[in-house]
């Protein structure tokens, strides 16, 4: 029977002197040399993919790494499983790294069942699409960006290990990893402008060689071989700084740029009252974590030009700061920060919520609006585009509003005023109007430009194109017995006999005609027109506008916004509690059926539903990395599976290369061979090896004794004394290593005598 065994898969036997010395031995063997040149390779990528964001992940990325060597070298081991059997247990790694990657690049756990799919599928996907316009290092809050660059990481990396590991090592294997551990440095190298790129590059190009070339190293040749490569290195070194250039030959950021996605709407928030031409397609515009839902606002419109409401920036009008009355401040419960992710739109201004009090986190400059609690972008925000912004979003009971009072600060008068047409000259400028404090006994004033009273304001706007809606707003306002009760007669009016359209018809004076003779229009009509009822009774308000709360994505805690959410509703200052947002339109409308019922003629209730408070998760509780949830366990269950995986194949390998009890004499000096670097060929006899060892009497007796007590029955087996001599045989000419190897392969045995064999 033979005693010998085959070399590992990619290695060859190395060829021996005739007494069992190598005659030419490699630097070290494919196994340790491929672990050791994958493991630095996929080490160095990593963490210079890692720089690509800031914070850099680089721990995640070399935990990964460390997963995927495993996953490798139990695809290695698997090797000789029977065909049947490799299958099932290849597809149990594979499935496990592949929720390791997931989870490493900080995907919730949540999304990996299979009702998330779909999710993680599409938001990779707008991730991707966004790439190209970001700047890295990435410092935005767009976590699904985050998550997707640290994804192709984890996928490159497992890719690489596994393929540099695959049993045979064949070249497709080899190129398959090659390209992926490269792809991990020479990204970042290309996105980056890393310091010190000559030197980076110049270890990349050493990483690269130990990588192709440690495994087929052999000792004598290492010299030659290790200056060959620096020769090579230099030489490289030298041609690059040649080519060197103030202008590079390809200009691939002016390509990336050309890439990104050019098609997403932008939205014009000026009220036009005509037909609704904004895209309605019900595309996804903006995601928006929050505590609470609330109406995302864009923009304010604070001035009315005689025919519609208008940006502007009011005299005198109060900074966002200053518009918060003391009580407000104290309501830490209405104060929230909002992490809003662009992800279908362009925009010039920063969506928040209520009065938006700073912007951060952004990655273009926040600046001012002319309207206090609102910021426009210096640029534009885009697909990928993320930031945080600390609002104040008020929302107290109608009780609270009933008794919230009539002392506005003067601040407020510019929230009073209207530009009206000129009842005397059609053709002549409007004139603003300044209306009295609901409560205060004054009269409406007209204004010179310098803001100084001329002639009676009543008077002009009785006569003027909305002298109806200045004697419906006085017969609402007389049976108020306070500024909430005349919001709430508005509502009243505007709530029966209006109906709800999105093409209604165009007229030359668009409020009047909506108020007393249509009674038909969508969100901007019935904003404008409520907003106009307010000023005209005395109570401060303007229109807003942006978007509806969305839909309530459970699993995430986001808010989904569509562009069927794009809203228009109104804002009324109350003493205490700032700007309390009102919604008249009909909730029939698109936009105004998902938005939360605050404000009502009913009470201004908290939002009910599908909100964090009412059974939703909390915002940000299971984001990846953050602890709790079940990620570490999912990460801990997959990285059992390869551990699982891997003892199995191990211990079926074991069993069936190595001989049964029958001959543990046999299988312990096939494994000594083999770790000493002298595997026997096939077909190669006990009594071959004997004569190999003949200048060794002991070593050449324990190969006899073993032939004996198999073949024969005879005997006890070696003595210690014979084994100390093929130990020392077996170790002859490796040095210390090599000594060292010979005694964790055969070691010494207690009693005198070696293993007994079987009978």
Known sequence: MSAGTLAPPGERPVRRSALGRPASRPLLAVLPARLLATAALGAFGALHWARQLDPAPGARLLAMLALSLAAGLVVRVMAALPRASRVPAGAVVAVALLVCSLLLAGIPAQLLEPSGWGEVTSQVSGALSAMP????????????????ILLGATLLLAVGAVAALWPGGGARSRAAALLALGLLYVVPAIESDLPGRFGRGLAFGALLAAFLLLERVQRRNAGPAAAGVAVALV???????????ERAPLDYERIASSLEQRSDPSFDWDHSYGPITWPRDGREVLRVRAQRPAYWKAENLDGFDGLRWVRTRLVGSPSADAALPEPARRRAAWLQTVRVRITGMR????????????????PREALQSGSPGTYVVGGELKRGDAYEARVYVPNPSAEELARAGEQYPAAMRSYLTLDLPDPADAMGPEIPVSYPFFGERARPLALEPSGLPTRSGGRITAASVYGRSYALARRLRAGASNPYDYVRAIEGYLGSGFRYTEAPPTRPVPLESFLFRDRAGYCQQFSGAMALLLRLGGVPARVATGFAPGTLDRRRGEYVVRDLDAHSWVEAWFPGYGWVPFDPTPSVAPAASQAPPAQTPSAAA????????SGGPAPGSHAAGRGGGSGPWLLGGAALLLALAGAGGFAFVRSQRCPTAADPLVAELERALERTGRPAAPGTTLRELEARFAGSPQAAGYLRAVREARYRGRGEGPTSAQRGGLRRELASGLGPAGRLRALLALPPRRGGRSVRPAP
Do not use: K, M, N
């Open 347 to 362: 925009t010039g201004q920063f969506v928040g919520a209520g009065t938006t009090l700073y912007v951060s986190r952004s």
């Open 133 to 148: 316009a970001i700047t890295v290092p990435y410092r935005g809050v767009d976590e699904w960006i985050r998550w997707a």
């Open 606 to 613: 908290p939002p009910r539903g599908d909100t964090p408070e």
């Open 235 to 245: 030489a490289g070194l030298l041609v690059a700084l040649a080519l060197d250039r």
